[in-house]
C-alpha cells in the first residue's frame, strides 16, 4: 500500500498536543497522524484534555502554597489554557520561563507571547544546569524564592537518561518551599491499543514513548514531599469537576503528584 504524499516524519509533539486541545497551530502533517492515533486509541484527545486540567488544578495549588514563578520544562505551545496564561490569571504577577527543544515551539511561543513576565527558552529538559543558567532564566526567576517546576505531559517522551537524577539537580538547585507538578502516562491499564499507536509513531515519526508506572513515578519525586493524595491517577488528584473525571478511570492513563521540597 502507497504511503500518503505527506512527510508524516515532521509531526511535532506539541501541534499534535494542540490540535487534541483544538488549537489552530498545527498543520495538516501533525493532523493526520493525531487522526490515526486517535483511531487507535479514541481516548487521546480526553487525555489531553486531562492533561491541561490538572495543569490547571496543580499551578492553582501552587499558587495557593505561595508559588508565583514556574519553571515549565517542556511546555509546548503556549495557547489558550497554557501554563503563562494561568498563571497570569491566577496571579497576574506571576512570572514564568517556558523551556521546550523544539524550535518550533520557540519562534511560535516568542510570536504568542507578549508579556515583560515570560520568556521562552530553547533547550533540552536534561540538562537542568543549562536550563537553570539560561540568561533568560535567570532574567525572570528568583532562585532565592520558591519556584514551580512542572512537568507535565513532557516526561512520556523522555527515555535514555538517569531521570531520578535530572529531577534531583532541578530539586537541589531550587529553594525550600519550592514545589514540583508531574506526569507520566502509565499502560498499566492496558497494553493492545498503547502498542498498536506506538508502532504508528514509530513508523512515522521520531517520537519516542516512554511510559512509567506508579512506583517509577514515585522513584522520580525522591526529596519532595508529596501533597495528597500523593501519586495517582490523574483524574483522581483533587477533581473538582466532573471534566477532571477520566471517562475510564479502570486504564491508569497517566500518574501525576504534586510535591515540595522540604
Ligand atoms: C505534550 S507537549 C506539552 C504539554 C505542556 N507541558 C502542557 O501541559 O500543556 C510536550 C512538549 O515537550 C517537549 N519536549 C519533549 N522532550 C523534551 C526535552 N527533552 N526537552 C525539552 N522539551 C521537550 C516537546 O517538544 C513538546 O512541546
Redesign the pocket.
Known amino acids: 500500500m502507497e504511503r500518503p504524499e505527506i512527510d508524516l516524519r515532521s509531526a511535532?509533539?506539541?501541534?499534535?498536543?494542540d490540535y487534541y486541545?483544538g488549537g489552530a497551530h498545527n498543520f495538516a502533517v501533525d493532523r493526520v497522524l493525531a487522526d490515526a492515533a486517535a483511531k487507535l486509541m479514541p481516548e487521546l484527545p480526553q487525555m489531553?484534555q486531562l492533561?491541561?486540567r490538572?495543569?490547571a488544578r496543580a499551578m492553582r495549588y501552587l499558587v495557593g502554597q505561595g508559588v508565583t514563578q514556574f519553571l515549565?520544562?517542556?511546555?509546548?505551545?503556549p495557547t489558550a489554557?497554557?501554563?503563562a496564561e494561568l498563571a497570569r490569571r491566577l496571579e497576574p504577577s506571576s512570572r514564568v520561563v517556558l523551556?521546550?527543544?523544539?524550535p518550533a515551539?520557540i519562534a511560535h511561543g516568542k510570536h504568542l507571547l507578549d508579556s515583560a513576565n515570560t520568556a521562552v527558552v530553547l533547550?533540552?529538559?536534561?540538562?537542568p544546569d543549562v536550563v537553570l543558567d539560561h540568561p533568560e532564566t535567570r532574567r525572570l526567576l528568583d532562585f532565592d524564592q520558591p519556584v514551580g517546576l512542572?512537568?507535565?505531559?513532557?516526561?512520556?517522551?523522555?527515555g535514555d537518561?538517569d531521570l531520578p537524577a535530572v529531577i534531583a539537580r532541578y530539586r537541589d538547585r531550587v529553594t525550600a518551599g519550592s514545589h514540583i507538578a508531574l506526569?507520566n502516562f502509565s499502560v498499566e491499564g492496558g497494553l493492545e491499543d498503547y502498542q498498536r499507536t506506538e508502532q504508528l509513531y514509530r513508523d512515522n515519526t521520531t517520537i519516542d514513548f516512554h511510559p512509567r508506572s506508579a512506583a517509577e513515578v514515585t522513584e522520580l519525586l525522591a526529596g519532595f514531599d508529596l501533597a495528597e493524595p500523593g501519586v495517582v491517577d490523574i483524574s483522581l488528584w483533587r477533581p473538582e469537576a466532573v471534566e477532571d473525571l477520566d471517562e475510564h478511570p479502570e486504564r491508569s492513563a497517566a500518574y501525576v503528584a504534586v510535591g515540595r521540597k522540604p
Open positions: 511535532s509533539v506539541a501541534r499534535i498536543f486541545l489531553m492533561h491541561r490538572f495543569l515549565d520544562l517542556g511546555s509546548g505551545l489554557g497554557g501554563s523551556v521546550d527543544n523544539d515551539v533547550g533540552d529538559i536534561c540538562e512542572l512537568l507535565v505531559g513532557v516526561l512520556d517522551f523522555v537518561v506526569t
